[in-house]
C-alpha cells in the first residue's frame, strides 16, 4: 500500500520522487512506501495552507465545530479499519487499538470541537481610571504539528485537533515510522467538509522533513511529541524565529509503591502501567519504587503476573503484548539488556551498576511470525538509582525494581532523573499523599490509579520532559495569540 501527502485536499506524490519503506513490525516485513518528502513538499503544503488561512481563520465558532464533530464521527465509522491500520503500521495489539487509540482520536476531535465554542477572553476594568481592557485571542496562521510512533493517531490529532478548532492552518507530519492512519485521517477530513489547504500532512523523514517544518520561518509555532533530543534540537532550531513552542518529550516515570495500598488493585493497574502497548507509552511507570515490607511479596507476585502476559501476534484476540515498533527500537531495547547481563548482581556486589533479570530479557519467537519485532516483557532489579537503566528512557516491555526505606527515601529516588513527565502513587495514607503528590517532580501525578485522563485537564511534563501544556484551554491558548485591547473613556 502506497501513501501519498496530503496537501490542499489532493493526495500528492513526494516532488523529489524519493520514498521510504514501511514495515509492518509484527511480521517484519516491507508493506508499502511512504514519501521522503523534503522543504519543497513542506512548502507546498505550507502555501496551501497559507492561502487556506484567510477563509478558515475567520469561519465562525459554530462552523468549525460543525466540521470537528464531523470528523469525530466519521473516525467512529471508520473504527475497524483505522484500527486494523494502527495495528499493522505500530505492531501493538488490535484489540489495544479498537479500545483505545482509534476512540481517542475520535474524542480528541469531539472535544475540541465542543470547548472551541466554550473558549473565552478576559476583560479588566480598571476602576476610577475610566478604563477597560479587553482581550482578543487570534490563530496564529499557519503552524506545525509533529508526533511520534507509539500513539499515532491519538498523539496525531490531539494536536491537530485543537490547532484546527482555534482557526490556524496546520501543516502536520506523523512519525515515518507509523504513517498509515494519519493517511487515512485525509480523507476523513475531506469528506467531513474540512476546506482544502486547511489542514496538511507531509510524511518523510524528521531530520528533512520535520526539519524544514521547524526551520519554515512562515509556520509561527511548533507543537512537538516525541524524544527529548530531538526536542532540544526542535529548540534550537525556532528559538531564533521566536516561534511558540509546545513540547512533550520523554520520561523515565516512577510509580511509588506503600504497603497500605489497595494491593490487588495496584498489582493490576502496575502490570498494565507497565507493559501496556509494549511499554511504548511516554507515561508508562518503568521504575517501580516499593516499600521495603511489601517488597519481597510484590516481587515474587508481580514477576508471576508478567510471566503470564501472552505475546503474540497483534491482530490475535488473545494477544496482550504484540511487536515492538521496528528492528531498529528492538535493538535499542537490547542494548539494555545487555547493560543488564553484562554487570549482574552477583557479581557486583559493590558495583554501582548490578541488575538481576527477574524475568525475560530475550527475544520472543511468535509462531509464524518469526521475523517480527517480539520481546519478553522484562522485569529488572537494580542497586541504585543512578544506574542505567534508571535514568535513560528504554521505551519498551521493561521495568526495574527496587525497595524504599521510608517517605523521604521515595521522594528522593522519584525525583532522582533529568526527567519529570509523570509519576503514579500507591496508598491510601491521606496526609502523606497530599506530601508527596505537592512534593513529586512530575508534570502529572496519579494518585491509585494510572493514565486515567479527563481531557480538559492541562497535560505535559517538568525538567527534561518538555515545555509547556496541551489539553483543554491550554491547547486553545497555544494555538491562539493574545492582544489587549486597553479603552479610557
Ligand atoms: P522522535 O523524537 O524520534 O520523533 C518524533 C517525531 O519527530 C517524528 O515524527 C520524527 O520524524 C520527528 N523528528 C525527528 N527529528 C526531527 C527534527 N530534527 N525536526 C523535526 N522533527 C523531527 O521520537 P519517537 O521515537 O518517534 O517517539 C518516542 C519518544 O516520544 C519517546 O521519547 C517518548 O517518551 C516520547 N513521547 C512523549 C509523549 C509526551 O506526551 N510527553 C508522548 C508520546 C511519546
Known amino acids: 500500500m502506497d501513501i501519498k501527502n496530503f496537501i490542499d485536499n489532493q493526495e500528492c506524490i513526494p516532488l523529489s520522487g524519493l520514498w521510504l519503506e514501511n514495515v509492518n513490525p509484527a511480521i517484519g516485513q516491507v508493506y508499502g512506501e511512504i514519501p521522503n518528502s523534503g522543504a519543497d513538499d513542506v512548502e507546498k503544503a505550507y502555501q496551501a495552507a497559507v492561502a487556506a488561512f484567510e477563509s478558515w481563520s475567520v469561519t465562525t465558532v459554530e462552523q468549525r465545530s460543525k466540521i470537528m464533530l464531523k470528523i469525530a464521527d466519521l473516525i467512529d465509522e471508520s473504527l475497524e479499519e483505522l484500527a486494523a491500520a494502527e495495528s499493522k503500521d505500530n505492531g ?21 470541537g465542543h470547548a472551541i465554542t466554550q473558549f473565552a477572553t478576559k476583560t479588566h476594568e480598571t476602576t476610577g481610571k475610566n478604563t477597560i481592557n479587553y482581550t482578543l485571542r487570534k490563530p496564529l496562521g499557519v503552524v506545525g504539528c509533529i508526533s511520534p510512533w507509539n500513539l499515532p493517531l491519538y498523539l496525531f490529532t490531539w494536536k491537530i485537533a485543537p490547532a484546527l478548532a482555534a482557526g490556524n492552518c496546520v501543516v502536520a507530519k506523523p512519525s515515518e515510522v507509523t504513517p498509515l492512519t494519519a493517511y487515512l485521517l485525509g480523507d476523513i477530513v475531506k469528506k467531513a467538509g474540512l476546506p482544502p489547504g486547511v489542514l496538511n500532512i507531509v510524511h518523510g523523514l524528521g531530520g528533512s522533513c520535520g526539519q524544514a517544518i521547524v526551520a519554515h520561518p512562515g509556520i509561527k509555532a511548533i507543537s512537538f511529541t516525541g524524544g527529548t533530543s530531538t526536542g532540544a534540537h526542535i529548540a534550537a532550531t525556532a528559538a531564533p524565529m521566536f516561534k511558540k513552542l509546545s513540547l512533550e518529550l520523554g520520561g523515565k516515570n516512577p510509580n511509588i509503591i506503600f504497603a497500605d495500598c489497595d494491593y490487588d488493585k495496584m498489582m493490576d493497574t502496575t502490570v498494565r502501567s507497565s507493559f501496556a502497548n509494549q511499554g511504548q507509552i511516554c507515561l508508562c511507570g ?9 517488597y519481597e511479596k510484590f516481587k515474587a507476585d508481580f514477576v508471576k503476573r508478567v510471566q503470564e502476559l501472552r505475546i503474540g501476534p497483534p491482530d490475535h484476540p488473545d494477544t496482550q503484548v504484540g511487536a515492538v515498533v521496528s528492528a531498529a ?7 539494555y539488556f545487555a547493560e543488564a547481563k553484562n554487570n549482574p548482581a552477583h557479581d557486583n556486589a559493590s558495583s554501582v551498576d548490578a541488575y538481576n533479570i527477574l524475568c525475560g530479557g530475550k527475544r520472543q519467537v511468535v509462531q509464524g511470525h518469526e521475523n517480527g519485532f517480539y520481546l519478553q516483557p522484562t522485569v529488572i532489579e537494580v542497586n541504585s538509582n543512578y544506574c542505567r537503566l534508571n535514568q535513560e528512557e528504554i521505551f519498551g516491555p521493561v521495568v526495574t525494581l527496587m525497595p524504599f526505606k521510608n517517605e523521604a527515601h521515595a521522594l528522593e529516588l522519584a525525583n532522582g532523573t533529568q526527567y519529570g513527565l509523570s509519576a503514579s502513587l500507591w496508598t491510601n495514607d491521606l496526609s502523606r499523599t497530599m506530601r508527596l503528590t505537592d512534593k513529586l517532580e512530575a508534570g502529572i501525578v496519579w494518585v491509585n490509579t494510572w493514565l486515567n485522563r479527563d481531557l480538559r485537564t492541562p497535560f505535559g511534563g517538568v525538567k527534561n520532559s518538555g515545555v509547556g501544556r496541551e489539553g483543554g484551554f ?16
Open 474 to 489: 491550554n491547547a486553545l491558548e497555544f494555538f491562539t495569540e493574545p492582544k489587549n485591547v486597553c479603552i479610557e473613556y
Open 286 to 294: 518503568s521504575r517501580i519504587l516499593v516499600e521495603q515490607s511489601l
Open 329 to 335: 527500537h528492538r535493538d535499542k531495547i537490547e542494548t
Open 92 to 112: 501493538k495489539p488490535l484489540s489495544l487499538a479498537r479500545r483505545i487509540d482509534i476512540p481517542r482520536a475520535s474524542s480528541n476531535f469531539r472535544f475540541f
